[in-house]
């Protein structure tokens, strides 16, 4: 069975993060890209730990580039654009088509980017969590 190392991973994300400074860029290319990659997503029948990441990836990346969330270095908004570009590409290092094993070089990627970002995404998630429920109390209060 082939699986990439981490780092070929790494190289991966990196080129992933060259094309993300592009994108984030542009609102409406962010937004393009974020539903692009929810559609792949529901094509995927189980979805591994690192895969599960994913939907919070996406959710971090609208939520700064939207204003909500601007306390996160910009290279974890990169890395994390980078990693769900290679995520998206139809050119991995193992074809998604490949029953079984077409999703272990997304998963090393998604995986070797969490590493690096891992503890702001767990700041977001916090701040994501006390946000929900402010605005579930101020549309109590209504």
Known sequence: MYVINEKQALKELEKGCKKAVDILKNDERVED?????????????KIGDELAMIPIMASLIRSFVRGEYQQIPSGTIIAATGALIYFLSAVDLIPDIIAGLGYLDDISVIGVCLKLIKSDVNDYLE?????DEMMKKKTLKK
């Open 127 to 131: 701040w994501r969590n006390k946000h």
């Open 33 to 45: 890209f974020l539903r692009q990659v929810e559609a792949k997503l529901r094509t995927i029948p």
